[in-house]
């Protein structure tokens, strides 16, 4: 059975998250119905990681074994027919060695976290930003972040439910980047690392906040990480303002394979 790669686009809003799950809306659900749609006997696909309700894509990847060959543009093609008008759309497929695992083949993982501060209620990035009354102090979180940089113990930062065997994890990155739009003040926060405990993200993020505001010092932000208690932890930003920008493999699967046309 060939195997396929195919990269998703998805606004998080409608879904109970990306994993199937009964009598509510997910993504993967979504997908394996158009997927259904080409093939009767498609199995369950794998993705790199699941998303929580709320949580975007810009670049969720999955694998899937279908029946018969597809070109990967015309399996592009044929999806995001019969995924409409679901808000998810296959932006790149590639047929791929059996040996590729969307999840256990991933060697990195990137998120980007958006909050708008402005007075005025969002309107064309309602339920895509994480909505603040008040400025944030972009040098202080940057600040704040750089303690949280490299191997640690993340029990803090991570969700009471979380299932990882171990609370350690490597962060490669945390960028905060301030700019100035007509919409008003945007804030990003991109992190990357192999992978992620579960609302480790948010986590950080509703932390640094903390910082931005000055209800915190830059340094509260090691003396939380030391703590290793959920209790240490800030607030937990909303799940709107997330999206999984990238996965990393050791070759692009997508390289030589049908991409948007936009990326030409």
């Known amino acids: 059975m060939p195997r396929y790669a195919i990269r998703i686009e998805y606004h998080g809003a409608p879904f109970a998250g990306w994993q199937r799950q009964a009598d509510v809306p997910s993504v993967q659900a979504a997908v394996e119905a158009a997927l259904a749609r080409l093939e009767p006997d498609v199995p369950?696909?794998?993705?790199?990681?699941?998303?929580?309700?709320?949580?975007?894509?810009?670049?969720?990847?999955?694998?899937?074994?279908?029946?018969?060959?597809?070109?990967?543009?015309r399996l592009a093609e044929a999806l995001n027919?019969?995924?409409?008008?679901?808000?998810?759309?296959?932006?790149?497929?590639?047929?791929?060695?059996?040996?590729?695992?969307?999840?256990?083949?991933?060697?990195s993982r990137s998120y980007t976290y958006k909050v708008m501060c402005r007075r005025a209620p969002l309107v064309h990035n309602a339920g895509q930003a994480w909505a603040l009354r008040h400025d944030l102090d972009a040098d202080a979180m940057a600040e704040g972040a750089r303690h949280l940089i490299g191997k640690h113990d993340f029990t803090t930062?991570?969700?009471?439910?979380?299932?990882?065997?171990?609370?350690?994890?490597?962060?490669?990155?945390?960028?905060?980047?301030?700019?100035?739009?007509?919409?008003?003040?945007?804030i990003l926060f991109h992190l990357h690392a192999r992978s992620f405990l579960h609302n480790q993200v948010r986590s950080i993020?509703?932390?640094l906040e903390?910082?931005?505001?000055?209800?915190?010092?830059?340094?509260?932000?090691?003396?939380?990480l030391a703590a290793a208690d959920r209790s240490a932890c800030g607030p937990v930003a909303p799940p709107e303002g997330l999206y999984l920008t990238r996965?990393?493999?050791?070759?692009?699967?997508?390289?030589?394979?049908?991409r948007d046309i936009s990326e030409e």
């Open 247 to 258: 996965v990393g493999y050791p070759e692009d699967p997508f390289h030589g394979g049908w």
């Open 210 to 224: 903390r910082v931005g505001t000055g209800a915190w010092a830059p340094e509260d932000v090691a003396r939380a």
């Open 81 to 107: 027919w019969h995924l409409k008008p679901a808000p998810v759309a296959i932006t790149a497929c590639a047929q791929v060695s059996e040996d590729f695992h969307a999840r256990f083949s991933a060697i």
């Open 44 to 73: 369950s696909i794998t993705a790199a990681g699941r998303t929580d309700a709320g949580v975007h894509a810009l670049g969720q990847v999955a694998s899937v074994d279908l029946a018969k060959t597809w070109t990967p543009f």
């Open 157 to 186: 930062f991570r969700a009471a439910l979380c299932q990882a065997k171990s609370p350690v994890k490597t962060l490669d990155e945390i960028r905060v980047e301030a700019r100035t739009t007509p919409a008003g003040r945007e």
């Open 205 to 207: 993020v509703g932390t």
